[in-house]
Structure formats: structure tokens, C-alpha cells
């Protein structure tokens, strides 16, 4: 990590505050509906696989979220900060290739793990919107959020991420956006693939 602060600046959401307010709203959506049909099965029911399927879904949709966020964390789109030994040691932002390899692992007490270090009482601030994006409408009419996608690819070419063939990014980026936006209309591997064509190749000469 690197510049240290006193407190957290200006505008800095607590975790449990931030996963509500910058994870995808349809899934966060899902995520409440998920978690108060739970609440309602009981613990001891007749049944005790319905609670089981139900505490499941909302796993799985938590997982999604906290997936969602720490991809905007990884793109520079949030900035989090985080105290190594609080209350009393400094606040440092967290740098954004450090979620490679960091976890949001307990989003009510604020904190991320990485291997055997843990960073407490994370805060977060919102520097780029994702959805502050040109809106464009397909053919069908829809407005098309394909820039969604684009930015997510330019992330990966930042990052070194880009895949060894246009065939596998198309796929790849297709399986993370069906993944983080899971009800919204897809976008096929072709559709993407016809789409980044040339910049999946202006990346490949830039890399090489």
C-alpha cells in the first residue's frame, strides 16, 4: 500500500455501505429478495433442505457481488483504503493491482484478506462511474451497453491480461459478463468478437 491518511477521505462509504451502493443494482436487487426468502424458511422446518437452498442462493449471489465490486476496485473505477492495525495505525489506499490477489472477506466488519495478511475497517470511494458511458442503442432499439464490455477489455489490456487468441477474449469476456450482469441480455462471443476485432489487434502490436 501506499500514502497514508489519518481518516479515510471525504466520500469514503464504509464496506457494507459501498458493496450496497456500487454493486450492480439488479443483482444487489436479487441479493435482498434472495436474503428476506431465507429469513422466512425457518431453521428447524420440516424441511431443513429448503433453508439450505435458500442460505445457497444467497451465497451465490453474494459471491457475484463482491466479485462485481472487486472487478471495479481491480480498474481503478473504486478506490479502497484500509487500516493494517486499527484503531490506532495509519489509513492507506489500497492500490487497485492489489486485488489481483486480495478478497473482500467480511463485508460487516470491513475486511480483505490476502494469504495471511488482513486489512480492517475498509472504505471506499467511487473515482469513475462504470456507467458513465456514451449510450448507444443496437438495431433492436435497446440501449446497448456493450461499453460495459469495452471498458472491462481495456482494464485487461492494462492489466497484461489480453488473451492469446481473439476467439478466447471474445469468450472470456462473454462468460465475465453473463457472470456479473447475470439479468441482463447477454452478448455472444461472435457479437464481441466482431466488435473488438481491431483493437484486440492494435493491443496485440502495442504488446508485442
Known amino acids: 500500500m501506499t500514502e497514508t491518511f489519518s481518516n479515510p477521505p471525504s466520500g469514503a462509504l464504509p464496506l457494507a455501505d459501498a458493496i450496497a451502493r456500487f454493486a450492480p443494482s439488479d443483482l444487489w436487487a436479487d441479493y435482498e429478495r434472495a436474503s428476506t ?22 451465497n451465490r449471489l453474494l459471491r457475484q457481488i463482491k466479485q462485481a465490486v472487486t472487478d471495479r476496485l481491480l480498474a481503478g ?9 486499527p484503531p490506532f495505525s495509519p489509513w492507506r489506499q489500497i492500490p487497485a493491482a492489489a486485488w489481483r490477489s486480495m478478497k473482500l472477506s467480511d463485508i460487516r466488519k470491513g475486511r480483505a484478506t490476502e494469504r495471511t495478511t488482513t486489512l480492517h475497517a475498509l472504505h471506499i470511494l467511487e473515482v469513475a462511474p462504470a456507467r458513465e458511458v456514451p449510450v448507444r442503442r443496437e438495431r ?31 469468450d472470456q469476456l462473454a462468460d465475465w459478463y453473463a457472470a456479473t450482469y447475470p439479468r441482463r441480455r447477454p452478448y455472444s462471443p461472435s457479437t464481441i468478437r466482431n466488435r473488438l476485432r481491431d483493437r484486440y489487434r492494435e493491443a496485440l502490436r502495442t504488446i508485442a
Open 140 to 170: 433492436t432499439g435497446r440501449p446497448s451497453e456493450f461499453p460495459i464490455i469495452e471498458t472491462e477489455f481495456e482494464r485487461r489490456i492494462q492489466a497484461g491480461k489480453i488473451a492469446v487468441s481473439l476467439n478466447a477474449q471474445a
Open 37 to 58: 426468502r431465507r429469513k422466512a424458511v425457518p431453521r428447524n422446518a420440516g424441511n431443513p433442505s429448503e433453508y439450505r437452498l435458500a442460505q445457497a442462493e444467497v
Open 77 to 85: 473505477e473504486l478506490i479502497a483504503f484500509a487500516q493494517e492495525d
